[in-house]
């Protein structure tokens, strides 16, 4: 019991630092948002294409019960990820300064970019794929 009360105080103060995220670093906001999008399984996202080619194979394959949970599962992931958002975008703040190093900024804006790029050209890395299946 002790533990999850402390595991949850732990929660609860990550969630207030990131309280407000928008209005302090709103570029670290954004690309943020993108990753936890991906995470999340959204289109136009690179990690669209895993849950779906996941639930495409399971659908095709005939599990239906593996497949079901799947997408509660992935629902599940919407959800606390959109809560992680709405925490960053809607509600309040306490105002402090928060630097963010330019090797940061740096790493955060590539990861951002190839996870939008291979959300909306997923082809190469689909072709990739293909090809290295077709080796084993």
Not at 82 to 105: C, H
Not at 107 to 117: D, E, N, T
Request: hydrophobic fraction near 55%; aromatic fraction near 14%; proline fraction near 4%.
């Amino acid at each position: 019991v002790e533990h999850s009360d402390r595991m949850q105080r732990s929660f609860r103060k990550g969630m207030a630092s990131l309280a407000g995220c928008f209005y302090r670093v709103p570029y670290v906001a954004i690309l943020l948002a993108i990753l936890l999008a991906s995470l999340a399984g959204l289109p136009f996202v690179a990690g669209f294409y895993g849950k779906y080619f996941i639930l495409h194979s399971l659908f095709a394959s005939g599990h239906l019960l593996i497949a079901e949970l799947a997408v509660i599962c992935v629902l599940g992931a919407i959800y606390f990820y959109g809560r992680l958002a709405q925490v960053m975008f809607v509600r309040g703040f306490e105002p402090n300064s928060v630097t963010i190093g330019m090797p940061a900024r740096i790493v955060l804006s590539l990861a951002s970019l190839f996870l939008v790029f291979i959300g909306v050209y997923p082809k190469p890395l689909i072709d990739a794929v293909e090809w290295s299946v077709r080796l084993t």
